[in-house]
């Protein structure tokens, strides 16, 4: 079958092309940030000049703090109300299950710029206004579903025995949720609560519609740099989130496969 | 999806009540609340806030049906979106392919999660590389002058094209993705069966392989379409003049322009689009499900 073992060779190829395509233009961003031209005029020399320079923008390290703790704090409340929230969805069974169920799918499908522009109307109208603690509220909207999503697919693999086990020996409602179903679906809740982190401190639409000057998050005040003008300062920046991010997703996939092999 | 087990006595929903609740409360507070307040909105002359007087009118949406340049816009993003989507059909099906069919083992999970590893990196960052790419004397610039005899002008920054280039980069490890998840269930000896009856591969690509797989390729297409329909920062930053589209148009309303009520009408106008497009979308869907 020597036409198969061509076919399988250019696939192979293929898939390496992509991978290049996917990320050859974040290697050269990369790169760039560690070149001493502010054009970005080749021959590239080396330099760490552009990282120096990031540690004096006042601006930047406090959008940064603030992506951070966002992140940090959307975590914490996603994987608790979002584990809370898939146990009951598992556990009971009551009409319009499916229809809450159902209500998890807006937020991930409607496009940001709607459900963002929405937000800033609405937290205008009601008086929470712009700023941090509307971008809060945002993320952790935004993220909750997926988190409900990642844990309801962990729970699917849990035996109700166990839990029934765990209550004819005496357990109360509390014990079993700690001691037995929580301990199984630690993985799936983990999972959950990194992909919450990653949603959070990518997100720039949401963020930027509902930022003020002083309260903004690193994405929004890099598309206001970009918009500026482009300089080796944002690739500098750039390069350290999208190696953040990168590396949550990896630490995420030990602890979730993709649909994946099971 | 979940729950088929419904622990007998230990039903109901004064149970789940609590449990479900504060989730659920938040996206009421933060989603749906808001996007009823954006059609409401959409009715007004003015934001009752400003102070001035507001009362309501039909005015917003005669604005977009009566102002042709509202409409040229949306048709525009349905094309970018129509265009962009089959790119990533084009591209992401035959990797999606490769990687269920062909690559096997360890060096399969490894390729499958670099592939869908930069989706869930920083998208406003991935974008901004291009320019670095794309520009006159960027990379690809320099690269091809380098390689070919002739002297070429590479400028892709700051057109369609362009725009284009970083959508798909974008988006088409969704293709992959949800392509994978179906071409990787059909099953081998299927495709075995088929050989030995004699079909050729095109015809077990068009009769077996396509058909099967058509869910998560509608899935794919429905992910990336609705985004893209509703982009609005990669065409800014990649397409610089030429990159208008309802997108930014919407954006302005908001951001410059202070035009929110129309902001709000030009938003829910698109929330309808996407939600015929879904709502074609889901038979596909269920059926796969």
């Given at each position: 079958?020597a036409?198969?073992?061509?076919?399988?060779?250019?696939?192979?190829?293929?898939?390496?092309?992509?991978?290049?395509?996917?990320?050859?233009?974040?290697?050269?961003?990369?790169?760039?940030?560690?070149n001493?031209?502010?054009?970005?005029?080749?021959?590239?020399?080396?330099?760490?000049?552009?990282?120096?320079?990031?540690?004096?923008?006042d601006?930047?390290?406090?959008?940064?703090?603030?992506?951070?703790?966002i992140?940090?704090?959307?975590t914490?409340?996603?994987?608790?109300l979002?584990?809370a929230?898939?146990l009951?969805?598992?556990?009971?069974?009551?009409?319009?299950?499916?229809?809450?169920?159902?209500l998890?799918?807006?937020?991930?499908?409607?496009?940001?710029?709607?459900?963002?522009?929405?937000?800033l109307?609405?937290?205008f109208?009601?008086?929470?206004?712009?700023g941090?603690?509307?971008?809060?509220?945002?993320?952790?909207?935004?993220?909750?579903?997926?988190?409900?999503?990642?844990?309801?697919?962990?729970?699917?693999?849990?035996?109700?025995?166990?839990?029934?086990?765990?209550?004819?020996?005496?357990?109360n409602?509390?014990?079993v949720?700690?001691?037995?179903?929580?301990?199984?679906i630690?993985?799936?809740?983990?999972?959950?609560?990194?992909?919450?982190?990653?949603?959070?401190?990518?997100?720039?639409v949401?963020?930027?519609?509902?930022?003020?000057?002083?309260?903004?998050?690193?994405?929004?005040?890099?598309?206001?740099?970009?918009?500026?003008?482009?300089?080796?300062?944002?690739?500098?920046v750039?390069?350290?989130i999208?190696?953040?991010?990168?590396?949550?997703?990896l630490?995420?996939?030990?602890?979730?496969?993709f649909?994946?092999?099971? | 999806?979940?729950?088929?087990v419904?622990?007998g006595?230990?039903?109901?929903?004064?149970?789940?009540?609590?449990?479900?609740?504060?989730?659920?409360l938040?996206?009421?507070v933060?989603?749906?609340?808001p996007?009823?307040?954006?059609?409401?909105?959409?009715?007004?002359?003015?934001?009752?806030?400003?102070?001035?007087?507001?009362?309501?009118?039909?005015?917003?949406?005669?604005?977009?049906?009566?102002?042709?340049?509202y409409l040229?816009?949306?048709?525009?993003?349905?094309?970018?979106?129509?265009?962009?989507?089959?790119?990533?059909?084009?591209?992401?099906?035959?990797?999606?392919?490769?990687?269920?069919?062909?690559?096997?083992?360890?060096?399969?999970?490894?390729?499958?999660?670099?592939?869908?590893l930069?989706?869930?990196?920083?998208?406003?960052?991935?974008?901004?590389?291009?320019?670095?790419?794309?520009?006159?004397?960027?990379?690809?610039?320099t690269?091809?002058?380098?390689?070919?005899?002739?002297?070429?002008?590479?400028d892709?920054?700051y057109?369609?094209p362009?725009?284009?280039?970083?959508?798909?980069?974008?988006?088409?490890?969704?293709?992959?993705?949800?392509?994978?998840?179906?071409?990787?269930?059909?099953?081998?000896?299927?495709i075995?069966?088929?050989?030995?009856?004699?079909?050729?591969?095109?015809?077990?690509?068009?009769?077996?392989?396509?058909?099967?797989?058509?869910?998560?390729?509608?899935?794919g297409?429905?992910l990336?379409?609705?985004?893209?329909?509703?982009s609005?920062?990669?065409?800014?930053?990649?397409?610089?003049?030429?990159?208008?589209?309802?997108?930014t148009?919407?954006?302005?309303?908001?951001?410059?322009?202070?035009?929110?009520?129309?902001?709000?009408?030009?938003?829910?106008?698109?929330?309808?689009?996407?939600l015929?497009i879904?709502?074609?979308?889901?038979?596909?869907?269920?059926?796969a499900?």
């Amino acid at each position: 079958m020597a036409t198969t073992r061509i076919l399988e060779w250019l696939g192979r190829l293929y898939i390496w092309l992509l991978l290049a395509f996917l990320y050859l233009p974040i290697i050269i961003m990369a790169l760039m940030s560690f070149n001493v031209s502010p054009f970005y005029q080749l021959p590239f020399e080396w330099t760490t000049e552009w990282y120096a320079w990031l540690r004096q923008n006042d601006q930047l390290i406090s959008a940064t703090w603030n992506s951070v703790k966002i992140a940090m704090i959307t975590t914490i409340i996603c994987t608790a109300l979002g584990t809370a929230a898939s146990l009951a969805l598992y556990r009971y069974e009551f009409r319009g299950k499916k229809f809450l169920q159902a209500l998890l799918f807006p937020p991930i499908a409607i496009p940001w710029l709607i459900t963002g522009t929405a937000m800033l109307i609405f937290f205008f109208g009601v008086g929470i206004g712009r700023g941090l603690f509307a971008i809060l509220l945002g993320h952790v909207a935004l993220a909750l579903p997926y988190v409900i999503v990642v844990v309801s697919a962990r729970l699917q693999t849990f035996a109700p025995e166990l839990e029934e086990a765990a209550r004819s020996l005496g357990a109360n409602q509390w014990q079993v949720t700690r001691r037995v179903t929580l301990p199984w679906i630690m993985p799936g809740v983990i999972a959950g609560g990194l992909f919450a982190f990653a949603v959070s401190f990518d997100q720039f639409v949401v963020s930027y519609f509902l930022s003020t000057p002083g309260q903004t998050t690193l994405p929004v005040e890099i598309y206001a740099a970009i918009r500026k003008g482009f300089t080796p300062e944002i690739n500098a920046v750039s390069t350290i989130i999208i190696v953040v991010s990168m590396a949550l997703m990896l630490l995420t996939a030990r602890f979730f496969k993709f649909g994946g092999e099971k | 999806m979940a729950g088929q087990v419904a622990t007998g006595s230990r039903s109901g929903l004064r149970s789940a009540l609590p449990l479900l609740l504060p989730a659920y409360l938040w996206l009421t507070v933060a989603i749906f609340l808001p996007l009823s307040a954006m059609v409401f909105f959409s009715f007004m002359t003015e934001l009752p806030l400003s102070g001035k007087a507001w009362f309501f009118t039909l005015e917003n949406y005669a604005t977009f049906f009566s102002q042709g340049l509202y409409l040229t816009l949306l048709l525009a993003s349905l094309r970018l979106g129509l265009e962009v989507t089959l790119w990533c059909v084009v591209i992401g099906y035959p990797a999606a392919y490769v990687l269920a069919k062909v690559l096997k083992g360890r060096s399969r999970e490894a390729i499958f999660l670099l592939v869908i590893l930069p989706f869930w990196s920083n998208g406003l960052v991935r974008i901004f590389s291009w320019a670095m790419v794309l520009r006159e004397g960027g990379i690809l610039d320099t690269a091809l002058n380098a390689v070919l005899p002739f002297k070429i002008n590479i400028d892709l920054m700051y057109s369609y094209p362009a725009v284009i280039i970083g959508l798909v980069h974008s988006y088409v490890p969704y293709m992959v993705l949800t392509c994978y998840l179906t071409l990787q269930a059909i099953d081998d000896s299927l495709i075995e069966a088929g050989r030995s009856l004699g079909a050729s591969r095109l015809q077990m690509l068009k009769r077996v392989i396509i058909p099967l797989s058509m869910p998560g390729l509608v899935a794919g297409a429905a992910l990336i379409f609705v985004p893209v329909v509703g982009s609005f920062m990669e065409p800014r930053i990649l397409g610089g003049r030429t990159g208008t589209f309802y997108g930014t148009v919407i954006e302005d309303q908001f951001v410059a322009v202070f035009n929110w009520p129309l902001g709000a009408a030009l938003s829910f106008i698109l929330l309808a689009v996407v939600l015929v497009i879904l709502a074609l979308a889901s038979p596909v869907l269920k059926r796969a499900a």
